[in-house]
């Protein structure tokens, strides 16, 4: 039994709308969203972090599926911003790998 939230949300158990999938890559909305498009992008696999990543086909494929978010949510010709956060630093609360997509709204720099 997994206690990973992400891994319950591919797995079915706790249900998230799904943005898109495939064998690799699952994409679906975040439960707090922190723009009018805000989908989270995350290997199937349970992977801790961005540095527990070792498989540079998966990193193709997750980059990809940011892409393809984006243009399915219609923001790739406004624009749009891709974050992982990454550790206490970095602000990880979910400890399975995940990158947001945010857009409909113009971004601030520096983040926070
Ligand atoms: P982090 O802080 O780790 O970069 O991002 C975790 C994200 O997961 C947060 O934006 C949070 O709102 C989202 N999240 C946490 N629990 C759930 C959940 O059960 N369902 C969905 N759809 N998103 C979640
Ligand atoms: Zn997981």
Redesign the pocket.
């Known amino acids: 039994v997994t206690t990973c939230?992400f891994c319950r949300?591919v797995a079915g158990e706790?249900p998230?709308p799904r943005i898109l999938e495939n064998e690799h890559v699952l994409a679906?909305?975040?439960?707090?969203p922190?723009a009018p498009v805000h989908v989270?992008v995350a290997p199937k696999l349970h992977v801790t972090r961005l540095d527990a990543l070792n498989d540079v086909a998966l990193e193709a494929a997750l980059l990809s599926a940011c892409r393809a978010v984006a243009a399915d949510q219609k923001i790739a010709a406004t624009g749009y911003r891709v974050v992982i956060?990454t550790g206490s630093d970095g602000?990880?609360?979910?400890d399975h790998l995940?990158f947001?997509v945010l857009g409909g709204r113009a971004m601030h720099w520096p983040p926070g």
């Open positions: 939230v949300i706790i998230a679906f909305r975040d439960i707090n922190q989270l956060n602000g990880q609360s979910v995940h947001h």
